[in-house]
């Protein structure tokens, strides 16, 4: 089932002004839920509102709450979510973010005390659309096991490098996990293997068994002992410049909440030669493309491509969606 | 066979003289080469020496250039490496890193126009040993094929992350592709398959065959097509912030040379809070290894442990070299 993008957008908004959201924070968090299904990004979009409503009920996000500057030195500056919405946290980060890029060339925003800030790719779009360089990533819950573990201690901690270009933004968005639950999910729902190793089953080798994964609970980590390494890395360091919770000690929540964040972003044009650095940008995304496929027929693309050609569809023919969230949204 | 530190250090030392380059900077370079070794990286200490001296002879390093700023505006700084010896060019880049994170909270400096940094992590260790938290990367020849490709238009651009706490530094020291040559090297004269996929083969298939691999040219991305991803954003971002090569650039020049790098430094007590920051890290430092390791009698390991230990021996009982190649330096 499709849905017009307008319709999604202001059902969202009619949803969470009632729910006692102000009615400008409601429009931005809305357009950011329809734009991840717009996009494809259905596990952040619509899918993920329902649970998003859960959590402005029992109190996990503040709708009111906004980040407040705690600490600043020059272009590195700390706030405190203050439980707000994780998405217009982010949003708002990100964009401090860009000001202190404008002033300092780059600017680092780092976020403690915050929410799930749902599609992260949304706010590489944000800086990369008006022109910046950006790195950002998150910590989350405890989710997989340091390579060689058997338990949760790490979070698989997505990072989002997004950079400019004439053809739109080159975006990647990459959780250190190789799989996320809902993926291997739905390909144990759907008896099929993973198209490469995902975890380790009970016997504690290396699977591409979705259904053993998600019993062993031991997602790998992606590169196996790198990704482990970097997912630790990306927690320590969100932790340090954040002041807030690491993944340890956010795994002694009741649930994910009092996440860090942290926004990095570069002005792309501030040595004045932008047109020359979009043409090196350019050439080599057409580079990458013109490599002979491995797989006849098919073609390499470059991070964020794919996206373009789900949002065109999305907006010419309606954003697709699963008709049951859909109706309980409608329901709301 | 094992080698006193000190004799290692007057070796490099004695042959980099030698070939000209001034007595600060060899002593710099010679030191740097050993540590490498003496920390266990023996690919880019002592067994990477003699190309660095070839590279020397052929008019690839200039052993008098050192980095230039071209550019900056306020916390972001551009600098052409001048063609110098890209192990001294990084540390130059990295100081300049530190003194702007000094400053304003956070530095960038990108160096574009130098040669290979050798050991990635030792600029890490530099940053962390000081207090701060840095990332830094490069890009490389293009050596990796884009995932879904078959012919190398990516570099393996190594990344590093480092993070200081009272137990030694916390550092990962990665490279995008799952394997280097030379690892695939070892394990096909060993006759021995990889512990995990490594590429594909002459069939099209993922594969653990490392001389396969060696043949087809196709080494995998860690985490497939994320790794795939992340290479590709690392080159764009270093060639866009140092305005120099990008890896398809580099592709055409003869030989590896003219690369970019980007050194990020944070400083970790920009607010005053570091004895409950080193707190937060060593406490999630002793969590990772409380987990119960997958195969009995093993323990799970944070990035950069085991390098003490090698660190230890090597400084006890002498740094490990491979014989003939040490030889070949004596007689330089």
Known sequence: MRVPFETMISEFYRVLTKLGMPEDR????????????RDGVYTHGLNRFPRYVDNIKDGTIDVNAQPVLTQQMGALARYDGCKGPGNLNAQYCMDRAMELAEQFGIGCVAVGNTNHWLRPGAFGLQA????????????????????????ARLGNNPIVFAVPSRQG?????????MFS?????????AGKELPVDGGIDSQGNITKDAGEIMKTKQPLPIGYWKGSGMSLMLDLMAAVLSGGRTTREVGELPLETELCQVFIVMKMDAFGDKEILLDKIDATL?????????????MVRWPGEGMQKVRRESLEQGVLVDEEIWQKVLGM
Do not use: C, H
Not at 27 to 32: E, F, I, K, N, V
């Open 286 to 298: 057409a580079d990458v493309k013109a490599s002979p496929a491995l797989q006849e027929g098919a």
């Open 128 to 151: 990369a659309e008006k022109g910046y360089l950006a790195i950002m990533w998150t910590n989350t819950i405890p989710n997989m096991p340091p390579w060689g573990g058997k338990d």
């Open 26 to 37: 409601a429009r931005r968090s809305a357009q950011l839920f329809a734009e991840s299904s």
């Open 181 to 189: 639950y809902g993926k291997l999910e739905s390909y144990a729902r």
């Open 169 to 177: 933004v080159v975006l990647l968005d990459v959780a250190m996990s």
